[in-house]
Nanobody, 121 residues
């Protein structure tokens, strides 16, 4: 089982990017999923989360600019990032606190490899 994140890149301030994260492997179900980010010299912070039912939460710093969504059938989440600011520059990680495998094993706290988002001023 792995989480594969993609979609990062270099964008000018005010621009947009869309990140994706797909869980793959022998999976029965994936619970809540989310995006975190870590800027240079800073701690990793929560960006947004989404439940299987589609209930979302956002960090105050991204509310109104970022939108998290998911497709349960594809075990995939996306993060649409609009009106990007230089302070959004960070490595973005996807996270799944709980995955149930096809063998009905519980896996906890899975992380993707991270994708770099750089916003130039």
């Amino acid at each position: 089982v792995q989480l594969q994140a993609s979609g990062g890149g270099l964008v000018q301030a005010g621009g947009s990017l869309k990140l994706s994260c797909a869980a793959s492997g022998s999976i029965f179900t994936v619970g809540d999923m989310g995006w975190y980010r870590q800027a240079p010299g800073k701690l990793r912070e929560l960006v947004a989360t989404i439940t299987r039912a589609g209930v979302t939460t956002y960090a105050d710093s991204v509310k109104g600019r970022f939108t998290i969504s998911r497709d349960n059938a594809k075990n995939t989440i996306w993060l649409q990032m609009n009106s990007l600011k230089p302070e959004d520059t960070a490595v973005y990680y996807c996270n799944a606190p709980r995955i149930i495998t096809a063998e009905f094993r519980g896996l906890s706290d899975y992380w993707g490899q991270g994708t770099l988002v750089t916003v130039s001023s």
